[in-house]
């Protein structure tokens, strides 16, 4: 297995309100955690911030290493961060209102967990194929499923950044925990909206498919959504399973 990311201001932006990081726990699985911070002047990485370092810190004290025990770890912990980053934004009037997406995902010996909440997306790559695994926690997909809109026209839609769901949100949040088995040569994509926004499926797709090494996919990732504008902060964490399945002796 190699992993790799990256995340970039972009062209439009004066702060990086994205954050991700990488952690392995006692027994030896990583968690990968991507997160996308909203809110006036630091709030935004305050809460990106707070959601990725905590979460990563609970996962590396752990030592679970099934996926029915992970997908509960995730939901537990999850919730409990959004507990923290809303009385956080309740602290302090420069803090009010802050929050995060998050998308995140424990690599088991044969399976992967997805956890998420907002509009980061995951990705898997698989026999040529672009499929998306998350669901956009957001206004605009909402209208879709409803018919009122089209996808094509929810690529341009004015509201198009108010999600439905975050972390921070008063009570108790909802998070989409799902459990995936990996086959040898799949690729996952975590992304925050700054790479979708701004590069097409077609174009992902056709970035993680080529030859060249991980860093260099994640990086041309980056940089053509830089040069389709680069609107907003841009991160790309990219998990390559190169390897065959170990089998439990």
Not at 184 to 199: A, F, K, R
Request: a negative charge; charged letters at 25%; one cysteine or more.
């Amino acid at each position: 297995m190699e992993i790799n990311f990256q995340t970039d201001v972009g062209r439009k932006r004066n702060t990086n309100q994205d954050y991700a990081g990488l952690f392995e726990n006692q027994a030896g699985v990583s968690l990968a955690i991507l997160a996308d911070g909203m809110g006036g002047h630091q709030a935004g990485d305050v809460a990106s911030q707070m959601a990725v370092n905590n979460l990563g810190e609970r996962w590396q004290e752990s030592s679970l290493e099934t996926s029915e025990k992970a997908a509960q770890w995730l939901i537990k912990e999850i919730q409990d961060e959004n507990e923290k980053i809303y009385q956080k934004g309740q602290s302090q009037s420069e803090y009010l209102g802050m929050g995060t997406t998050i998308v995140s995902a424990v690599l088991l010996d044969q399976s992967f967990v997805l956890a998420n909440i907002g509009d980061s997306r995951a990705y898997l790559v698989r026999n040529n194929q672009l499929l998306q695994l998350t669901e956009d926690h957001s206004l605009v997909n909402e209208l879709v499923k409803s018919g009122e809109i089209t996808r094509e026209m929810a690529a341009n839609h004015p509201r198009k950044n108010v999600l439905t769901r975050s972390l921070g949100m008063p009570g108790m949040v909802e998070v989409d925990v799902t459990n995936h088995l990996w086959v040898h040569d799949d690729y996952i994509l975590l992304c925050s909206d700054g790479l979708t926004n701004m590069v097409s499926e077609e174009e992902i797709l056709a970035v993680l498919l080529s030859e060249r090494t991980l860093s260099e996919k994640v990086d041309i990732l980056i940089t053509r959504a830089n040069e389709a504008g680069g609107a907003d902060n841009i991160t790309v964490l990219v998990i390559h399973f190169n390897e065959q399945k170990e089998e439990n002796q």
